[in-house]
């Protein structure tokens, strides 16, 4: 998971929904689980596949209706996935490998997460609207990593728009902790929030490498 | 959409499950085409939206139940998107954003096309395993076309696996053309495939990444 990996994955602070606190707390939670893990020589690569197994409990957990347990797991999932880069900084700066398998298990993380969530809405009645939005919040997510990791390809930095990773993460476990505590329309309201904010931050990125890209002609 | 951008996307020949002859006969009816555009001073960028717009029009077909037409619609809007690659090439090999446009377009029309799916399993009787298909072949596509952007941003090419996006484009074509003649499982099979052979081929992709850039100590 990024929020690990600020030099791939990070935002310009200004553009960020999180503040600044929130980020010192995370940080100093982490510090002793990342001397730890310096000390027991894991690797980063082997923290990120650690939280993928978590993100698959959490998936297990929200698939089988318990929501606020799957909230809190993937909460912690979200804090050890945080370690792999600090690991990765504290050894030396990650390999290239290291930052690639980051990103493709975040990836596969994010999607984990809203089939659970699909097959959590599968279960009850009037599913339509949820499965819905959450398939719209997963494409969207996809879109935005995607066209950041094309816009690399072809040498754009495309870290432009308001919903990364960590605030996608954040929205969510928040709207299943909500859920959970029977707050039930919290959750259909951030698939619906992180679908609207993905597909604007898509445009947003496909407007920005084309800036940096048009030719004279446009 | 890519089946046009052999040279960004292109799979090894002897991987691909398609025969010569398929994109031999696709060549000889796109060709015509390539040669209005040309003479219409259309550029491939605007073709590449065309087909997204092609795409939309196919989803609210199946989404509204009309699989047949679906597919029909979303065969046109394939081969107008092979037109975009081939109108890049005829006018000088092509744009980095008309690269990234195309790729980033091409995820976005998969996505619809899923969405469409799950919205037409939505509104019939037990729909749970066959959105849930659904939902995991649209990860495993996304998965697929992202580990190979991710790791072109890193400088190695990913262009392994045996699922890429024209097989899969088939494969659902295919499938909604046999589910709209009542031949209903061939769809929820077809999606299956999909999810299976995408999962298959990210892991591929992961391994291959790791095999290139592995230090001595793994």
Redesign the interface.
């Known amino acids: 998971m990024s929020a690990s990996h600020p030099s791939a994955h990070g935002m310009p602070r200004g553009d960020s929904l999180l503040p600044a606190w929130a980020k010192e707390t995370v940080r100093a939670i982490l510090d002793p689980i990342v001397r730890l893990a310096l000390a027991m020589h894991v690797t980063a690569n082997t923290v990120t596949v650690l939280g993928l197994g978590i993100t698959v409990i959490a998936a297990v957990l929200i698939g089988s209706g318990d929501l606020l347990a799957g909230a809190l797991v993937l909460m912690g999932g979200s804090l050890l996935d945080a370690v792999d880069g600090a690991l990765a900084r504290a050894t030396g700066g990650g390999?290239?490998?290291g930052?690639?398998?980051d990103?493709?298990i975040d990836?596969?993380s994010e999607?984990i997460v809203?089939?659970a969530i699909?097959?959590y809405y599968?279960?009850g009645n009037a599913?339509?609207w949820p499965?819905?939005a959450?398939?719209?919040a997963?494409?969207g997510s996809?879109?935005v990593?995607?066209?950041r990791?094309?816009?690399?390809?072809?040498?754009?930095s495309a870290a432009v728009g308001i919903a990364p990773r960590t605030e996608r993460l954040v929205l969510i476990i928040a709207g299943l902790g909500l859920a959970g505590l029977a707050i039930r329309p919290a959750l259909i309201a951030v698939l619906w929030i992180i679908a609207a904010l993905t597909v604007a931050t898509?445009a947003q990125r496909?407007w920005h490498?084309?800036r940096l890209?048009?030719?004279p002609r446009g």
């Not at 990791?149 to 754009?156: K, M, V």
Request: proline fraction near 4%; charge should be positive.
């Open positions: 390999t290239p490998f930052g690639f398998l990103s493709t990836r596969a999607a809203y089939v699909a097959a599968l279960q599913p339509t499965v819905l959450a398939f719209m997963l494409a996809f879109m990593s995607y066209s990791a094309r816009a690399e390809g072809i040498g754009i898509t496909i490498v084309w890209t048009a030719s």
